[in-house]
T-cell receptor
């Protein structure tokens, strides 16, 4: 079974600065999908960015980018020019395409605080 | 385009009762998954439905069940409620293409007294 580990329960960043959230995962599969979701206090899980394992190029979405290291099984999220609205829980998630299922395996999450 | 809609938003029940939660997926999405979120266990997968069939099931007791209707709307039911069932229950839907992400609803906060 796959596992996802987020080793930083809490992090803080100054507004306008850059922060990196860590995520490692364990899998024996060669093809899979990785996601970062954001959950603000409003509760809704919002997709931030996704990465397909067969793509070597790191995904980027505006101020959000990932550092995907397949051999190291590492998938970190970098948030540039942090804004107050970035404060939330961030979850790293893994999905295997081989099971014919959309089941996501989540890490425990990282609570990000943004300091004005 | 409307997002994933979950009802009710909040629910309070007592031990031993049963509860039914509802989820309406984004129009065109045929895959619906349910997750339980608690402070201690985090996000755990409950089950997934596609075209009215359960496609996958997590490690939860048989008190947790679900179904999907022909319009892709889904319900989950929890019988004989226990205090430990207090949680945020999240529903997610997706197109049935392997590279498509899941989109989540706002969740139902279930509190057991």
């Amino acid at each position: 079974a796959q596992t996802v580990t987020q080793s930083q329960p809490e992090m803080s960043v100054q507004e306008a600065e850059t922060v990196t959230l860590s995520c490692t995962y364990d899998t024996s599969e060669s093809d899979y999908y990785l996601f970062w979701y954001k959950q603000p206090p409003s509760r809704q899980m919002i997709l931030v960015i996704r990465q397909e394992a067969y793509k070597q190029q790191n995904a980027t979405e505006n101020r959000f980018s990932v550092n995907f290291q397949k051999a190291a099984k590492s998938f970190s999220l970098k948030i540039s020019d942090s804004q107050l609205g970035d404060a939330a829980m961030y979850f790293c998630a893994y999905r295997s395409p081989s099971a014919g299922s959309y089941q996501l395996t989540f890490g425990k999450g990282t609570k990000l605080s943004v300091i004005p | 385009k409307a997002g994933v809609t979950q009802t009710p938003r909040y629910l309070i029940k007592t031990r031993g009762q049963q509860v039914t939660l509802s989820c309406s997926p984004i129009s065109g999405h045929r895959s619906v998954s349910w997750y339980q979120q608690t402070p201690g266990q985090g996000l755990q997968f409950l089950f997934e439905y596609f075209s009215e069939t359960q496609r996958n099931k997590g490690n939860f007791p048989g008190r947790f069940s679900g179904r999907q209707f022909s319009n892709s709307r889904s319900e989950m039911n929890v019988s004989t409620l226990e205090l430990g069932d207090s949680a945020l229950y999240l529903c997610a839907s997706s197109f049935d293409y392997s590279n498509q992400p899941q989109h989540f609803g706002d969740g139902t906060r279930l509190s057991i007294l």
